[in-house]
C-alpha cells in the first residue's frame, strides 16, 4: 500500500507533495491518496490517522461559517459523524476520481 501526498496550487491543479514534512505546517490543503490496482483513491482524513479509502467527500463548512476540518471519510468514520450532527452533515456519497 502507498499513499501520495497531492495539494492544489494556486491555478487549481492537484500535484504532488514533494516535501512531506512542509505539508503539515502550510495553509494548503493536502489530500492524501491511496494506490490500489494501478489507480488513486482519496484517503480518510479523519485526525490524519485513517489511511482507509474515502467512502463520501463532507461539507463541514456548509455547517457553520469558519468550521473546518476533513473533507474525505471512510464508512465507518463517515457514520459516526452523522449521528454526532443528527444526520444533518452535507455530503456526497459517489467520489470519482
Known sequence: MEIIIKYYDIN???RIAKDKNKAVNQKISFVRFKVLKNSEWPCCDFHGKCTNKAYA?????????????????CRKHYYEEQKRFNWKMPACLSIEW
Open 57 to 73: 467527500e463532507v461539507y463541514p463548512s456548509l455547517m457553520k461559517k469558519g468550521k473546518k476540518g476533513w473533507s474525505y471519510l
Open 12 to 14: 487549481g491543479k492537484l
